[in-house]
């Protein structure tokens, strides 16, 4: 994680000091590295490069316009899952043959819109979708492009809440049924089959289940094309998960050399959709001590960046790295971190030893790249925090921070 590190006991991004950053656009503040996104994205490219493959940037993990554009100018296509987030992508002109639409509720809005900018195809997660996908190509006089997401049943051993290839989970399509759906689609004929799809959680660490999952969607793929209909991308999503504290990193050349040997015979383009390993280690979030409390119990660090910044501790119970932007001295003190929001679920690290500050000292919260200024909101009525990507000795501010006014300026004022 070089692209963030301290010199001199100050923390930097790339060339940058992070007490500049904080100077020039406040706290809370969100701050990517240019040359860890690129890196990422370079890292999945390489170890693909021994099979035809196209790399979709899940836009959900981190959507800023300026990001994107990063992963644009790399020849990233992006997978999306709502008609906001192919918005963002039409805002900074993406390959459109390059986008991938997933999600279990797309509505009939969404699909004409992907259907008028030409998308690759729909990942659909269900029959009735299929159906109704068919129906709006027939409508506007398209073909629309698609593959099914398949639920390989497979537990990818992670998170609850981010395991999506199970049984249990709302994703895709049962294994068992994939077969019988291709036959009925391959006869709807507005429809273009084009591919298979799964993505079974995030946050994975351990290849071997995910491998397993390929395999299985790679031998059902070899069935449909053998009998039903022939199919050129198998995609097989993203989850590849990264390092917050000691976990075990996702080892991603063992990983390709793997995914290549089980698909490699069935002559088809590889889909990946990575989003927290292009994002997640791309950013930080830094804040500002408010005040440090005592309690019979505990120490409490109260700092100004809130579960409506970065909600993946209280939602997830996740764990993110902190430590003082300005490092004096080796002393620690063991805190929770908790934000200003009126919730007993506002907190960011419970009882973490964290290096010693003081009113009104800088705290760097990593690894918030992904999934953090992307699930941020409003409650209790906060501004969004800015947002910066620095790229070598300079930094660009690529979101503004919200003002009170963009607090109030939709609501009605008449009543
Ligand atoms: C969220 C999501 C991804 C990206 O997941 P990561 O864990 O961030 O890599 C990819 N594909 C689909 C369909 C998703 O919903």
Do not use: W
């Not at 060339?15 to 040359?35: F, M, N, Q």
């Not at 689609?185 to 995910?210: D, W």
């Not at 088809?268 to 959709?273: F, P, R, S, T, V």
Request: net charge negative; glycine share 10%; aromatic share 8%.
């Amino acid at each position: 994680m070089n692209d963030f590190e301290y010199r001199g006991g100050e923390l930097f991004c790339e060339d940058v000091r992070a007490k500049d950053l904080i100077e020039k656009y406040g706290t809370p503040l969100y701050v990517y590295s240019r040359k860890a996104i690129s890196g990422g994205f370079d890292r999945l490219s390489d170890a693909f490069r021994k099979i035809d493959h196209l790399i979709c940037f899940s836009v959900k993990s981190c959507s800023n316009l300026g990001v994107l554009r990063v992963l644009k100018e790399k020849g990233s296509g992006f997978d999306i899952v709502s008609g906001g987030e192919l918005f963002r992508i039409e805002e900074i002109n993406a390959d459109m043959s390059k986008v991938v639409f997933a999600g279990v509720g797309k509505t009939n809005d969404e699909i004409e819109y992907a259907l008028e900018q030409n998308i690759l195809m729909f990942n659909v997660e269900s029959e009735q979708e299929a159906e109704r996908i068919n129906s709006v190509a027939g409508d506007l006089g398209v073909e629309a492009g698609i593959a099914i997401r398949i639920n390989p049943d497979v537990d990818p051993k992670t998170h609850k809440y981010i395991t999506t290839g199970k049984s249990e989970n709302k994703f895709g399509v049962d294994i068992e049924r994939g077969y019988d759906l291709y036959k009925k689609v391959a006869g709807l004929k507005n429809l273009a089959v084009k591919g298979i799809q799964m993505h079974i959680g995030s946050q994975i660490t351990e290849i071997e289940p995910y491998v397993t999952a390929v395999g299985k969607i790679a031998r059902l793929a070899e069935r449909i094309k053998k009998d039903i209909i022939p199919l050129s991308y198998m995609d097989i999503g993203g989850g590849m998960g990264i390092v917050y504290k000691d976990e075990k990193p996702f080892d991603v050349p063992a990983f390709a050399e793997a995914v290549i040997k089980e698909i490699k015979s069935l002559g088809m383009k590889l889909i990946i959709e990575p989003g927290r390993y292009i994002s997640g280690n791309s950013g930080v979030l830094l804040t500002q001590v408010q005040y440090l409390k005592k309690s019979a119990e505990k120490n409490f660090v109260i700092v100004d960046a809130g579960m409506n910044d970065l909600i993946r501790p209280s939602l997830y119970g996740a764990y993110h790295r902190i430590e003082p932007v300005s490092k004096r001295d080796k002393s620690s003190v063991l805190c929770d971190v908790v934000g200003p929001v009126c919730e007993s679920g506002d907190f960011i690290a419970k009882d973490r030893e964290i290096g010693r500050v003081s009113q009104d000292d800088y705290l760097c919260v990593f690894s918030a790249g992904a999934y953090g200024a992307v699930m941020s909101s409003n409650y209790n009525s906060r501004p969004r925090a800015a947002e910066v990507l620095v790229d070598g000795n300079e930094d660009i501010m690529i979101r503004k921070r919200e003002e009170y006014l963009d607090l109030t300026r939709l609501d009605n004022p008449n009543i």
